[in-house]
């Protein structure tokens, strides 16, 4: 009975009351389409100089993929775009999903010291602070970042005013 049970019950969100994922994923490729235009060392060029102007990866992605017509870097490259970046010695120091999760801990925290008493948006800060303590340890454990990097919501507010 027990395992019978089981067998419908899919894997929860971490954080909301839904079950499961659901959205499109990306086809499958391995070959360049035909429609790309920049190919190889054009695409890296043209990846390292939007990172030299100051957008993140993923915004790089997105504007390659809208833009140019890149549907991946790493089919038209070989190379994933972190491996292109590290490759010319411009990996940032932070990796991009922590800066962004630091980002929104700083805009949750002025919200509260404006409004104290909101307590939905204090949980949500004390949800989006775990995510970010998760992070940190998977980073330290696969070497992103060194073991003695701690957070705390003042270094997250100067490292967020530098960027």
Known sequence: ?????????????????????????????????????????????????????????????????DVYGIPKIRVVTGKKMLRILRQNNMEQKIPEDLMSLM??????????????????????????ESKINRLIRYYKRIGRLPEDWKYSIDTAELLTKST
């Open 1 to 65: 009975m027990i395992e019978r049970y089981w067998e419908g019950v899919h894997m929860s969100r971490i954080h909301s009351s839904k079950k499961g994922r659901s959205g499109s994923k990306t086809p499958y490729r391995n070959s360049v389409p035909d429609w790309v235009k920049l190919k190889g060392k054009d695409a890296e060029e043209k990846l390292i100089d939007m990172v030299r102007q100051g957008y993140t990866m993923s915004h790089a992605g997105v504007i390659l993929r």
């Open 103 to 128: 980002k929104r801990a700083v805009r949750l925290n002025k919200h509260l010291q404006k409004n104290p008493n909101d307590l939905s948006n204090m949980r949500g800060l004390r949800l989006v």
